[in-house]
């Protein structure tokens, strides 16, 4: 793929660099719409070189910063919703993302509680670090929205009906768009082609993250047409990649489920992690922890 591609009628996708994470570039993607106007699915990374790239797509296309009439959010991740702000300003298209992601991104702004570290088993003198980088205010770049979605909804972009699926797991508001005419799933981090994405990371929620994770790939399984994810490359075939996906994270469910009546941190440790588990900086540490503590309350469950 060049830097901006024609991937169906209509619709460009930019790949929008990433600097320091283990992904180089995250997906912007431009729809065209009947009357001249361009709604941006996830602008990208923070700070104008991201903007400045959606923003040179359109242009290529022979359009102006003020023909686009969107930026939505397929969730809020900075590396997909981390520009909206800046696009926001230079194009006065209004911000649109799902209810539930709203009320996360509120949530983790203002810094979210630290999990029962004590519970989960962790030493005392591990503690203090781990609740630092959980407490940590973030996103403080992220743009408010002016407009939420809800399940089910029509996106008003003339020409074409692009209908909002609410897919959490990933994070609590991660949406789905899907293109009924054209037969395009725009999946954001919810389906990726070859990265198993994590999930539960946009704050505590009710309900089990891999139990709606799993619901959520039913919903999108049946779907056929082309897949438009958030990172990678477009591809087909996304019954079989929802059914890899579900198995990847039953498998880790089996894994945990092999370690009965230890705390979440005797289960991690004992499980296998990318990064290895002794030497972890904080964050990753964390996020090991985290994502133990969830897979045995689906298992609980
Ligand atoms: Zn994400
Ligand atoms: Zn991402």
Not at 167 to 180: K, N, Y
């Amino acid at each position: 793929m060049t830097a901006s591609e024609t991937v169906a009628g209509g619709v460009h996708a930019v790949r929008v660099p990433m600097h320091g994470g283990g992904l180089p570039y995250s997906l912007a993607y431009l729809v065209e719409d009947d009357r001249g106007g361009v709604l941006v699915v996830d602008p990208g990374s923070p700070g104008w070189e991201g903007v400045r790239t959606v923003i040179a797509a359109v242009e290529a296309l022979g359009r102006r910063p003020s023909d686009v009439s969107g930026i939505v959010l397929t969730h809020l991740h900075a590396d997909h919703a981390g520009g909206a702000a800046a696009l926001r300003e230079a194009t006065g298209a209004p911000v649109l993302m799902h209810a539930r992601e709203a009320e996360a991104l509120t949530a983790i702004r203002h810094g979210l509680p630290a999990p029962d570290l004590e519970g989960w088993g962790v030493p005392a003198e591990r503690r203090a670090e781990l609740a630092a980088v959980a407490t940590a205010p973030a996103a403080p770049d992220l743009a408010r929205p002016d407009d939420v979605l809800a399940d089910g909804d029509l996106l008003d972009v003339p020409g074409r009906r692009l209908r909002v699926l609410w897919t959490p797991g990933h994070t609590p508001g991660s949406l789905c768009l899907r293109d009924e005419d054209a037969g395009l799933v725009f999946t954001g981090d919810h389906v990726l082609p070859t990265v198993n994405s994590g999930l539960g990371l946009g704050g505590p929620t009710a309900t089990n993250p891999i139990a709606d994770y799993l619901a959520s790939l039913d919903r999108v399984a049946g779907l056929g047409g082309l897949a438009l994810p958030g990172h990678e490359h477009p591809f087909s075939g996304l019954a079989d990649r929802c059914a890899a996906l579900a198995e990847h994270h039953l498998r880790r469910s089996r894994e945990v489920a092999a370690h009965p009546g230890g705390t979440v941190w005797e289960v991690a440790s004992a499980l296998t992690w990318t990064g290895g588990w002794r030497n972890l900086a904080p964050f990753p540490r964390l996020s090991t922890l985290s994502q133990t503590a969830l897979h045995l309350a689906f298992l609980a469950a």
